[in-house]
């Protein structure tokens, strides 16, 4: 887990905003590195990013696009925090109400992957679908 050395063992307020920045930036690098799930999101929405530009999206396409790139992303974040805590509490051992916060967070993650799904779906078929016909024809 990414963490600074130099203030590993703080538990005070942080005294800055630069501090504070800090110390969210490396909660984003810890995400990234300690959670496959995450950087299986990251890696696809640089990928549909990407299409996004191929596909010269319209500004309220990319609003609903990075929209809907964001909340998987959040969602994975709070997904992560419970799972941390619960892990905590329990130190690791079976709790029905730590299987309970667990499953609901997942289950928040999914809700907002599929509506990702919807989303690109919804953008990205009908352009898919012209631009296969639009082929057939000049071939
Ligand atoms: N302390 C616990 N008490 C009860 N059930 C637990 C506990 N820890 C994990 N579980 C169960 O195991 C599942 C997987 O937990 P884990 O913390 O390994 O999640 P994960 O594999 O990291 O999840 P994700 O796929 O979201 O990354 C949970 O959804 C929950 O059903």
Known sequence: MPMDSKDKKQVEKNKSFIQ???????????VYYDERNFRKHVRVSFLVIVLGFIFSLNLSEWLWLLTSI?????????????ENIVDMVTDYHFDP?????????AGAVLLTACFAVV????????????LFFYLKESL
């Open 119 to 130: 989303i690109g779906a919804l953008i990205f078929l009908p352009k898919m679908v012209h």
């Open 70 to 82: 964001f909340l998987v992303l959040f969602a994975e974040m709070l997904n992560t925090t419970f």
């Open 20 to 30: 504070s920045l800090d110390f969210a930036i490396t909660g984003w690098k810890t």
């Open 97 to 105: 109400l730590g299987k309970k916060i667990k499953d609901v967070a």
